[in-house]
């Protein structure tokens, strides 16, 4: 792993990628910071920078997918996958190694862009602990982000086609919470939003397996949960369907850190978001070899 | 070293490999001959992990690779057709990188970089960049990318694509020099480069493995005991003549006078056990000198076009 970590760290270098994403990254944050911290006067820089929606726009929906475009998707189109996944290592282990390297540039930036708060914190007060929350929300926001670029990346062979994905993943992220205020409250959204989900779950249960059987006894089971739970909570189902969402959204938790809220539930929850986005893309390197 | 046993593999309704079963001893230099979609590079990519087999199994040193593909992919390297060459590193960097890959150390996977750069070669381009290399010198890194970590087992996809006679040449003597210490697969639609560096022969044609045996062996197997060529001296009506008469010979023909009042003929036999003996003294008793008669021996390319034409002629029977 730590071979394939090395090999990607540099490659970044090599091909321009990291000097692209850290000068994008720099000078976007660096306009940022004038506008609203010199200009303004704020001296909360990751309330009034971090936060700000504009700036995480440019960030994730253009400067982080730099990083995850080729991870995996000029491998396939260059065949260089054939040396890694024929070498004794893992298909974890690649996986590991390639995201890592992206988070670590990403933390190179990180580190870059911590000069804005130092000029604050040496021309006025600073308040440290919301920066502090504030870089661990972002920090692990992007990791995050970088998880679901490179699953994105493992599932096609061009490079730019990953990039655009990822960039409209990126924004579907960013604004959830407002898509969700159009959803309908009441009974029957959440049960139709149930049924999505059971069907959604076999559907996938299906493509694993091939097996009809077992799709279908998903399918059972879920509306059996579903139907159980509506007679014993039939509360839940009043607001479920847009609870349910909103506690789903990573932008939410995202937010909590950006206003100073060290909540561990999300932190956890972020970290399973990374570990499922990376589980799935070994699952689709695995399956490629079965096709 | 290497078993393959009842090997399928199907990408949707399509049977790529129907049940393909060899097993290449320990030291062997093999040739997987076949036309394009035969199945020899699905073969290889199952031997080496890359692919799935559907059903069927493959064991390296008695190690099945599903149960340890680890362990199977220490002892094996592996040169794809389309070489896996990272184009913004260094030779040397490359190679280091496999290395490394295949869990040695820095300094050593760096020491193993200059060995196989050595062997194959290319030392003098090692602080180039692999996209500045012409297409043999990428195909001596691909080469020397499987070699790294000294495998007891290669597997090499078409390795003479793209080289002049001469880096064919080194190549030959190259996979040859690997011979006895090393096992080689190698897949070649050059078939007089694989006549002359393997010793053994399979032959896949639609996912089947239409003939396997040593080289000589098969080229032998498949000569036609009935199709001879005949060298005698004497007058050229007599031996005509002779010939037309003979219950022994179907047809023949004239090639010519290769020296004086001595005549080459191209016999077809109508039987079809060996007719040399009786033809000896059939001119014998004539007066006639035979100098040579011999059974036309095929080459591999023969071989290979006969075994291949043969079974789509049955397919289009079919």
Redesign the interface.
Known sequence: M???Y??EL??YF??MQAYVFLALFVCITGLFFSITCIVYGNNDFASFVLSNSFYMIFVYAIVAPILTMRLFAEEKK?????????????VWEIVLGKYLASVTIFLIGLLLISIFPIVIACNGVLPVANQISGYLGMFLFTACMLAVGTLISSLTEEPVISMIVSAVVGLLVLFFSVLVSFLPNGKVPTLIGCGILVIGIAVLFYLDTKKISIACGALVIGAAVTTGLYFWQKEWFDYGLTTAMNWLSIEKRYEEFLNGILNLSSVVYLLTIIALCLFLTTQVIAKR??? | MLLVKDLVKRYGSREALKGISFHIEEGQIVGLLGQNGAGKSTTMNIITGYLSSTSGEVMIQDMDILEKPKQVKQVLGYLPEQLPLYENMTVQEYLQFVGELKGLRRKEAKQEAENVMDKTNILERKDMLIRHLSKGYKQRVGLAQAMVGDPPLLILDEPMVGLDPNQMIEMRELIRSLGGTHTVMISSHILSEIETLCDHIIILNEGMVAAENETKRLEEEHSDQRHLHLKVKGNKKDIIQLLREADLVKDFKLLGETEKNVYEFELLSAKEEDIRDDLFLLFANNQMIVYSIHVEQLSLEDVFVKITGKEEEHDSDI
């Open positions: 730590i071979a394939i090395k090999r540099k490659a090599t091909s260059h065949k260089t996958d054939q040396l890694l996944l024929t070498a004794p290592v893992s070899r079965w096709r």
